[in-house]
Protein backbone atom coordinates (compact mmCIF):
# COMPACT_ATOMS: atom_id res chain seq x y z
CA UNK A 1 0.00 0.00 0.00
CA UNK A 2 1.71 3.34 -1.10
CA UNK A 3 1.95 6.18 1.51
CA UNK A 4 -1.04 7.97 0.66
CA UNK A 5 -3.14 5.28 0.84
CA UNK A 6 -2.22 4.30 4.04
CA UNK A 7 -2.81 7.77 5.46
CA UNK A 8 -6.17 8.19 4.30
CA UNK A 9 -7.36 4.50 4.76
CA UNK A 10 -6.39 5.30 8.45
CA UNK A 11 -8.18 8.73 8.92
CA UNK A 12 -11.33 7.18 7.23
CA UNK A 13 -11.38 4.13 9.55
CA UNK A 14 -11.09 5.94 12.68
CA UNK A 15 -13.60 8.74 11.80
CA UNK A 16 -16.10 5.87 10.24
CA UNK A 17 -15.90 4.55 13.76
CA UNK A 18 -17.80 7.61 15.83
CA UNK A 19 -19.70 8.49 12.62
CA UNK A 20 -21.59 5.75 12.14
CA UNK A 21 -23.11 4.44 8.30
CA UNK A 22 -22.16 7.32 6.87
CA UNK A 23 -19.13 6.08 4.64
CA UNK A 24 -19.73 7.87 1.67
CA UNK A 25 -20.26 11.17 3.04
CA UNK A 26 -17.16 10.95 5.09
CA UNK A 27 -15.18 10.34 1.96
CA UNK A 28 -16.93 13.38 0.62
CA UNK A 29 -15.76 15.68 3.44
CA UNK A 30 -12.20 14.37 3.24
CA UNK A 31 -12.02 14.72 -0.40
CA UNK A 32 -13.17 18.59 0.26
CA UNK A 33 -10.59 19.22 2.45
CA UNK A 34 -8.09 17.48 0.12
CA UNK A 35 -8.78 19.26 -2.49
CA UNK A 36 -8.09 22.68 -0.75
CA UNK A 37 -11.99 23.83 -0.82
CA UNK A 38 -14.44 23.97 1.72
CA UNK A 39 -18.00 22.16 2.48
CA UNK A 40 -21.21 23.00 2.86
CA UNK A 41 -23.17 20.54 5.11
CA UNK A 42 -27.12 21.16 4.42
CA UNK A 43 -29.25 18.95 7.14
CA UNK A 44 -31.75 18.79 9.81
CA UNK A 45 -29.99 19.21 13.77
CA UNK A 46 -29.23 16.49 14.94
CA UNK A 47 -27.34 13.61 12.67
CA UNK A 48 -23.92 14.48 13.41
CA UNK A 49 -22.35 17.65 11.26
CA UNK A 50 -20.38 19.16 14.41
CA UNK A 51 -19.56 15.53 15.18
CA UNK A 52 -18.13 15.32 11.55
CA UNK A 53 -16.42 18.35 11.60
CA UNK A 54 -14.86 17.32 14.98
CA UNK A 55 -13.71 14.10 14.29
CA UNK A 56 -11.85 16.13 11.16
CA UNK A 57 -9.91 18.05 13.03
CA UNK A 58 -8.73 15.51 15.93
CA UNK A 59 -7.88 12.82 13.78
CA UNK A 60 -6.09 15.59 11.30
CA UNK A 61 -4.43 16.77 14.56
CA UNK A 62 -5.70 20.38 13.69
CA UNK A 63 -6.99 22.94 15.75
CA UNK A 64 -10.69 23.73 15.71
CA UNK A 65 -13.44 26.35 16.27
CA UNK A 66 -16.85 26.29 16.30
CA UNK A 67 -18.81 29.30 15.20
CA UNK A 68 -22.69 29.33 16.60
CA UNK A 69 -23.83 32.14 13.76
CA UNK A 70 -26.81 34.31 14.87
CA UNK A 71 -27.90 37.51 13.78
CA UNK A 72 -26.42 39.81 16.36
CA UNK A 73 -22.88 38.39 15.66
CA UNK A 74 -20.71 41.05 14.01
CA UNK A 75 -18.10 40.64 11.40
CA UNK A 76 -15.42 41.20 14.22
CA UNK A 77 -16.37 38.03 15.87
CA UNK A 78 -15.78 35.98 13.33
CA UNK A 79 -12.71 37.62 11.94
CA UNK A 80 -11.18 39.44 14.85
CA UNK A 81 -10.80 42.96 16.01
CA UNK A 82 -7.89 45.61 16.94
CA UNK A 83 -8.13 46.74 20.59
CA UNK A 84 -5.50 49.48 22.28
CA UNK A 85 -3.21 48.38 23.93
CA UNK A 86 -2.17 51.11 26.80
CA UNK A 87 1.25 49.68 27.38
CA UNK A 88 2.28 50.38 23.45
CA UNK A 89 -0.07 52.92 23.02
CA UNK A 90 -1.25 51.31 19.77
CA UNK A 91 -3.79 49.35 18.49
CA UNK A 92 -3.61 45.88 18.25
CA UNK A 93 -5.11 43.39 16.66
CA UNK A 94 -6.40 40.06 18.13
CA UNK A 95 -7.20 37.19 15.95
CA UNK A 96 -10.79 35.76 15.81
CA UNK A 97 -11.61 32.21 15.85
CA UNK A 98 -11.29 31.63 11.73
CA UNK A 99 -7.98 31.87 12.39
CA UNK A 100 -8.07 28.08 13.54
CA UNK A 101 -7.44 25.70 10.89
CA UNK A 102 -11.02 23.60 10.27
CA UNK A 103 -13.17 26.30 11.32
CA UNK A 104 -17.49 25.35 11.78
CA UNK A 105 -19.77 27.86 10.73
CA UNK A 106 -22.80 26.37 12.51
CA UNK A 107 -26.45 27.62 10.69
CA UNK A 108 -24.43 29.99 8.52
CA UNK A 109 -27.85 31.33 7.30
CA UNK A 110 -28.86 32.65 10.43
CA UNK A 111 -26.50 35.39 10.37
CA UNK A 112 -26.59 38.64 8.25
CA UNK A 113 -25.15 38.79 5.00
CA UNK A 114 -22.60 41.14 6.44
CA UNK A 115 -21.63 38.78 8.34
CA UNK A 116 -21.76 36.21 6.05
CA UNK A 117 -19.61 38.50 3.70
CA UNK A 118 -16.90 38.49 5.92
CA UNK A 119 -16.45 35.23 5.56
CA UNK A 120 -15.95 35.78 1.36
CA UNK A 121 -12.05 36.70 1.81
CA UNK A 122 -10.85 34.38 3.86
CA UNK A 123 -12.36 31.50 1.85
CA UNK A 124 -11.37 32.76 -1.05
CA UNK A 125 -8.10 33.68 -0.39
CA UNK A 126 -7.19 32.03 2.89
CA UNK A 127 -6.14 35.35 4.76
CA UNK A 128 -7.89 38.47 6.47
CA UNK A 129 -7.67 42.09 5.66
CA UNK A 130 -8.07 44.32 8.49
CA UNK A 131 -6.87 48.08 9.40
CA UNK A 132 -4.95 47.72 6.21
CA UNK A 133 -2.48 44.94 6.82
CA UNK A 134 -3.06 41.16 5.64
CA UNK A 135 -3.04 38.33 8.30
CA UNK A 136 -2.61 34.43 6.32
CA UNK A 137 -4.62 31.83 7.54
CA UNK A 138 -3.47 28.24 8.05
CA UNK A 139 -1.78 26.33 5.37
CA UNK A 140 -4.24 23.40 6.46
CA UNK A 141 -7.76 25.72 6.43
CA UNK A 142 -10.94 24.32 6.19
CA UNK A 143 -14.60 25.77 6.87
CA UNK A 144 -17.31 23.55 7.23
CA UNK A 145 -20.71 25.85 7.47
CA UNK A 146 -24.02 23.93 8.23
CA UNK A 147 -27.20 25.18 7.32
CA UNK A 148 -31.01 23.97 7.67
CA UNK A 149 -32.64 23.99 4.48
CA UNK A 150 -35.95 23.56 5.40
CA UNK A 151 -36.15 26.50 7.93
CA UNK A 152 -37.25 29.83 6.10
CA UNK A 153 -37.92 32.45 9.58
CA UNK A 154 -35.21 34.13 10.91
CA UNK A 155 -32.51 33.30 7.82
CA UNK A 156 -30.62 34.78 5.20
CA UNK A 157 -30.23 32.70 2.66
CA UNK A 158 -26.46 32.63 0.85
CA UNK A 159 -25.80 34.68 -2.67
CA UNK A 160 -24.39 32.50 -4.90
CA UNK A 161 -20.73 33.97 -4.58
CA UNK A 162 -20.66 32.89 -1.27
CA UNK A 163 -22.27 29.16 -2.27
CA UNK A 164 -19.76 29.09 -5.23
CA UNK A 165 -17.16 28.92 -1.92
CA UNK A 166 -17.91 25.51 -1.25
CA UNK A 167 -16.21 23.30 -3.40
CA UNK A 168 -18.92 20.47 -2.07
CA UNK A 169 -22.12 20.76 -0.51
CA UNK A 170 -23.31 17.26 1.36
CA UNK A 171 -26.11 16.00 3.17
CA UNK A 172 -26.01 13.29 5.71
CA UNK A 173 -29.66 12.45 6.43
CA UNK A 174 -30.57 10.19 9.08
CA UNK A 175 -28.71 6.96 10.24
CA UNK A 176 -29.94 3.57 9.06
CA UNK A 177 -31.73 1.28 12.35
CA UNK A 178 -28.83 -0.56 12.50
CA UNK A 179 -26.59 2.49 13.29
CA UNK A 180 -29.54 3.98 15.57
CA UNK A 181 -29.46 0.68 17.27
CA UNK A 182 -26.20 0.86 18.04
CA UNK A 183 -26.35 4.30 19.64
CA UNK A 184 -29.43 3.83 22.21
CA UNK A 185 -27.80 0.21 23.22
CA UNK A 186 -23.91 1.55 23.09
CA UNK A 187 -24.12 5.28 23.12
CA UNK A 188 -21.75 7.41 21.11
CA UNK A 189 -18.19 6.70 20.86
CA UNK A 190 -15.85 9.58 22.07
CA UNK A 191 -14.14 11.51 19.40
CA UNK A 192 -11.16 11.45 22.11
CA UNK A 193 -8.46 9.74 19.62
CA UNK A 194 -5.08 10.20 18.71
CA UNK A 195 -4.67 11.49 15.52
CA UNK A 196 -3.80 9.53 11.92
CA UNK A 197 -2.26 12.42 10.36
CA UNK A 198 0.76 14.67 10.62
CA UNK A 199 0.56 18.67 9.52
CA UNK A 200 3.30 16.93 6.85
CA UNK A 201 1.31 14.39 6.00
CA UNK A 202 -2.06 16.55 5.19
CA UNK A 203 0.75 19.11 2.98
CA UNK A 204 1.71 15.64 1.31
CA UNK A 205 -2.07 14.68 0.57
CA UNK A 206 -2.27 18.19 -1.12
CA UNK A 207 0.72 18.15 -2.96
CA UNK A 208 0.27 14.47 -4.65
CA UNK A 209 -3.47 15.46 -5.35
CA UNK A 210 -2.42 18.23 -7.51
CA UNK A 211 -0.34 16.03 -9.47
CA UNK A 212 -3.14 13.58 -9.99
CA UNK A 213 -3.55 13.07 -13.96
CA UNK A 214 -6.51 14.10 -16.15
CA UNK A 215 -6.86 12.73 -19.79
CA UNK A 216 -7.85 14.48 -22.55
CA UNK A 217 -11.07 12.56 -22.29
CA UNK A 218 -11.61 13.64 -18.75
CA UNK A 219 -10.89 17.27 -19.76
CA UNK A 220 -13.42 16.99 -22.18
CA UNK A 221 -16.26 15.25 -19.93
CA UNK A 222 -16.00 18.33 -17.36
CA UNK A 223 -15.53 21.17 -19.94
CA UNK A 224 -18.72 19.16 -21.73
CA UNK A 225 -21.04 19.34 -18.31
CA UNK A 226 -19.83 22.93 -17.84
CA UNK A 227 -21.06 24.32 -20.57
CA UNK A 228 -24.17 21.62 -20.30
CA UNK A 229 -25.52 23.96 -17.12
CA UNK A 230 -24.51 27.40 -19.23
CA UNK A 231 -27.01 26.36 -22.22
CA UNK A 232 -29.92 24.89 -20.29
CA UNK A 233 -32.51 26.28 -20.28
CA UNK A 234 -33.85 25.80 -16.97
CA UNK A 235 -31.08 27.25 -15.67
CA UNK A 236 -30.67 30.65 -14.32
CA UNK A 237 -27.03 30.62 -13.77
CA UNK A 238 -24.50 28.01 -14.57
CA UNK A 239 -21.41 26.80 -13.60
CA UNK A 240 -18.78 29.42 -13.02
CA UNK A 241 -14.88 28.56 -13.79
CA UNK A 242 -14.65 27.85 -10.07
CA UNK A 243 -17.04 25.42 -10.41
CA UNK A 244 -15.63 23.91 -12.88
CA UNK A 245 -11.60 23.60 -11.41
CA UNK A 246 -14.03 22.26 -8.43
CA UNK A 247 -15.10 19.10 -10.42
CA UNK A 248 -11.05 18.54 -11.36
CA UNK A 249 -10.06 19.31 -7.80
CA UNK A 250 -13.09 17.08 -6.33
CA UNK A 251 -12.41 14.31 -9.11
CA UNK A 252 -8.39 14.19 -8.45
CA UNK A 253 -9.06 13.51 -4.42
CA UNK A 254 -11.53 10.98 -5.12
CA UNK A 255 -8.97 9.25 -7.81
CA UNK A 256 -6.38 9.58 -4.47
CA UNK A 257 -8.58 7.96 -2.19
CA UNK A 258 -9.32 5.07 -4.65
CA UNK A 259 -5.40 4.67 -4.94
CA UNK A 260 -4.81 5.70 -8.66
CA UNK A 261 -2.94 8.71 -9.32
CA UNK A 262 -5.24 9.23 -12.57
CA UNK A 263 -8.46 10.32 -13.00
CA UNK A 264 -11.22 7.98 -14.68
CA UNK A 265 -14.94 9.15 -15.36
CA UNK A 266 -16.01 7.26 -12.35
CA UNK A 267 -14.13 9.68 -9.93
CA UNK A 268 -16.36 12.41 -12.23
CA UNK A 269 -19.58 10.60 -11.23
CA UNK A 270 -18.57 10.43 -8.02
CA UNK A 271 -18.43 13.61 -6.89
CA UNK A 272 -19.86 15.84 -9.51
CA UNK A 273 -23.67 15.88 -8.22
CA UNK A 274 -22.21 16.97 -4.75
CA UNK A 275 -20.12 20.09 -6.71
CA UNK A 276 -22.81 21.29 -8.54
CA UNK A 277 -25.82 20.59 -6.51
CA UNK A 278 -25.39 23.90 -4.46
CA UNK A 279 -24.19 25.88 -7.27
CA UNK A 280 -26.60 25.65 -10.10
CA UNK A 281 -29.42 28.30 -9.72
CA UNK A 282 -32.85 27.57 -11.86
CA UNK A 283 -35.52 29.69 -13.38
CA UNK A 284 -38.77 27.07 -12.44
CA UNK A 285 -39.04 26.02 -8.82
CA UNK A 286 -38.65 22.92 -9.67
CA UNK A 287 -36.65 20.02 -7.88
CA UNK A 288 -33.35 21.52 -7.28
CA UNK A 289 -31.85 17.73 -6.85
CA UNK A 290 -34.00 16.11 -9.79
CA UNK A 291 -32.58 18.65 -12.15
CA UNK A 292 -28.91 18.55 -11.39
CA UNK A 293 -29.00 14.49 -11.51
CA UNK A 294 -31.13 15.08 -14.92
CA UNK A 295 -28.26 17.60 -16.77
CA UNK A 296 -25.45 14.98 -15.33
CA UNK A 297 -27.25 12.08 -16.85
CA UNK A 298 -28.22 13.54 -19.94
CA UNK A 299 -24.07 15.12 -20.70
CA UNK A 300 -22.68 11.69 -19.72
CA UNK A 301 -25.19 9.35 -20.53
Known amino acids: MSKQSAIITLILETINNVLLDKPYEIRLALASFLAGGHLLIEDIPGVGKTTLALCMARVLGLDFARI?????LLPGDVLGVSMFDPRTNEFRFHKGPIFHSIVLADEINRSSPRTQSALLEAMAEKQVSADGSTYPLPDAFLVIATQNSLEE???NPLPDSQMD???MSITLGYPSPEAEEHLLTKGIASPDFDRAASREDILFLREFRENVFLSREI??????LTWATRKNEEVRSGLSPRGMLALKAAAQAWAMMEQRDYVISEDLIDTG????NHRISFNSGGNREYLVKKIINETWK
Do not use: H, L, P
Open 273 to 276: FNVM
Open 153 to 155: YGV
Open 219 to 224: VEMIMA
Open 68 to 72: QMTSD
Open 165 to 167: RFI
